[in-house]
């Protein structure tokens, strides 16, 4: 069994060496496997990231047209608050004004009163004068015996006194601008 031995020794240990070649060429190909397969994944990851770097682009492009808008709706804001306070001031001018007008129109219309009442008393002194001259013409044709030339000819005018028109006054709140 000697010579067997060293055979048998050569064979096992060729053999050893065969099974640890077709181990390692087992071990190459899982290896080259796993390689392609991370190549596929790297390949995959790179068009992935790729994707995700086009979505960066086009939401920052997104952003910034985001941020024009903002910016030009500010401006717009802006500008309408000038105007609001351009016609906050406004109003308020027409406001006063309104106010002035008012009392402006009040004092006409207490001296257009004033006036006509003054024009009232005018009035009644010269019906009184004119009584008061009547009666003394009268009497002096009355002591001359003259005939009263005014007998027959002369009405007694009934006094004038007609449902005056009273000017009322306007309070102030009437005619106002309203606000909305």
Not at 50 to 61: G, M, S, Y
Not at 64 to 78: M, P, Q
Not at 80 to 109: D, L, P, T, Y
Not at 126 to 133: H, M, N
Request: aromatic content about 2%.
């Amino acid at each position: 069994m000697a010579p067997s031995a060293p055979r048998t020794r050569a064979a096992a240990a060729l053999r050893m060496k065969q099974i640890a070649l077709n181990n390692q060429s087992r071990t190459i190909r899982r290896l080259r496997a796993q390689l392609a397969t991370e190549r596929r994944g790297l390949a995959t990851e790179r068009r992935g990231l790729a994707a995700i770097k086009k979505e960066l682009e086009d939401t920052q492009v997104a952003l910034e047209a985001s941020h024009k808008v903002i910016v030009g709706l500010t401006e717009i804001g802006l500008s309408m608050s000038k105007k609001m306070e351009k016609m906050k001031a406004k109003k308020q001018q027409v406001k006063a004004s309104h106010v002035v007008c008012h009392q402006k129109f009040q004092a006409r219309i207490q001296e257009a009163k004033d006036s006509m009442q003054a024009q009232h008393l005018i009035i009644e002194a010269l019906i009184e004068e004119k009584d008061s001259l009547l009666q003394t013409i009268q009497g002096l044709q009355e002591a001359n015996d003259a005939p009263a030339p005014f007998d027959d000819e002369w009405e007694e005018e009934p006094e004038e006194h007609p449902d005056e028109e009273e000017i009322e006054d306007i309070t102030l709140g009437e005619g106002e601008i309203y606000d909305e």
